[in-house]
């Protein structure tokens, strides 16, 4: 599975919208792109997850461009509870383990 | 829906003793992942179980390592005899089949002294 690339952390301030951007120049065909969000003394919970074009749900939007090579996770209105380590992975679909990176460190301050 | 549950929530332990982590993954979810992070470094995968099989477990560190999923339900992980290394936060989580998204327990935070 292809390796990810994400700043190492990020700041904002409450009511403004953050955008992740994550790189994966050797993502397969098969693959897809899948975003988790960790709280402290938590473990990862899945947000969201595309394949190409636009994905929305009730948490955030994924924008892939059409050659997929990277990913913007984007955060609309981020509160102070949106404050955790947010990571991008490329994942194969029904398929085995995860690969993590580092992950971004979103800071929101009020 | 009861989430994945992880016990016990903190140890520590002195090194050369034995440790049992154990998960409850949620109801009907045949996949079971155990994960760990150590100090400073990134989240690792350990292995995957299908049901009561092991089908990957290709992140095993050692053969002190041993995991175990009675009859396709809750899942062991023991550590015998625990290192200092060994040290870190271990994460199970589950997934039905079908289904690419993963739950995550809120992990067992092992102290090895």
């Known amino acids: 599975l292809a390796k990810t690339t994400q700043p190492i952390s990020m700041d904002s301030y409450e009511g403004q919208e953050v955008n992740i951007t994550c790189s994966h120049n050797n993502i397969a065909t098969n693959d897809y792109i899948t975003w988790y969000q960790q709280f402290p003394s938590q473990g990862p919970r899945f947000i969201i997850q595309?394949?190409?074009t636009k994905v929305t749900n009730e948490v955030a939007s994924l924008f892939i461009p059409a050659d997929r090579k990277s990913s913007t996770l984007s955060l609309p209105r981020v509160s102070l509870s949106d404050t955790a380590v947010y990571y991008c992975l490329v994942t194969r679909n029904q398929g085995g383990k995860l690969i993590f990176g580092q992950g971004t460190e979103l800071s929101v301050k009020p | 829906e009861a989430g994945v549950t992880q016990f016990p929530s903190h140890s520590v332990i002195e090194k050369g003793q034995t440790v049992t982590l154990r998960c409850d993954p949620i109801s009907g979810h045949d996949n079971l992942y155990w994960y760990r992070r150590v100090m400073g470094k990134e989240i690792k995968f350990l292995l995957h179980f299908v049901k009561e099989s092991k089908q990957d477990e290709s992140g095993m560190p050692n053969n002190r390592f041993l995991a175990e999923r009675t009859g396709g339900t809750y899942s062991t992980l023991k550590v015998q005899p625990a290192e200092l290394e060994d040290s870190g936060v271990y994460f199970c989580?589950?997934?039905?089949?079908?289904?690419?998204?993963?739950?995550f327990g809120s992990g067992t935070r092992l102290t090895v002294v």
């Open positions: 595309g394949y190409k």
């Open positions: 989580a589950s997934r039905p089949q079908g289904y690419d998204g993963y739950t």
